[in-house]
């Protein structure tokens, strides 16, 4: 059974930083990838990250300002989020894909249950 648990989440000032990390289990995921989604908006894609290799992709409304990351050791992949915006403010969910297509956002078939990101002006 696969199991991803996200933590990290919190309310910050623009500006800010926060760290989310998720911790996986009970699959092995050749991708791992994080995504978000606002109140009234689709769910999009944030950042995701090779499991061998450690070759990342990011949208580009984050890049420069957030940077994913894995411990393979721990199962554990994270999100250091830095610069945060308002806009920014979201669920943020950690996914596993089923495939090897990283950059593939359709491509995610696992899910965990999110943690909140606000971030205020």
């Known amino acids: 059974q696969v199991q991803l648990v996200e933590s990290g989440g919190g309310s910050v000032q623009a500006g800010g930083s926060l760290r989310l990390s998720c911790a996986a289990s009970?699959?092995?995921?050749?991708?791992m990838g994080w995504f978000r989604q606002a109140p009234g908006k689709e769910r999009e894609g944030v950042a995701a990250i090779y499991s061998v290799g450690g070759s990342t992709v990011y949208a580009d409304s984050v890049k420069g300002r957030f940077t994913i990351s894995q411990d393979n050791a721990k199962n554990t992949v994270y999100l250091q989020m830095n610069s945060l915006k308002p806009e920014d403010s979201a669920m943020y969910y950690c996914?596993?894909?089923?495939?090897?297509?990283?950059?593939?956002?359709?491509?995610?078939?696992?899910w965990g249950q999110g943690t909140q990101v606000t971030v205020s002006s």
């Open positions: 996914a596993a894909a089923a495939s090897w297509r990283c950059d593939q956002w359709n491509e995610y078939k696992y």
């Open positions: 009970g699959y092995y995921s050749l991708c």
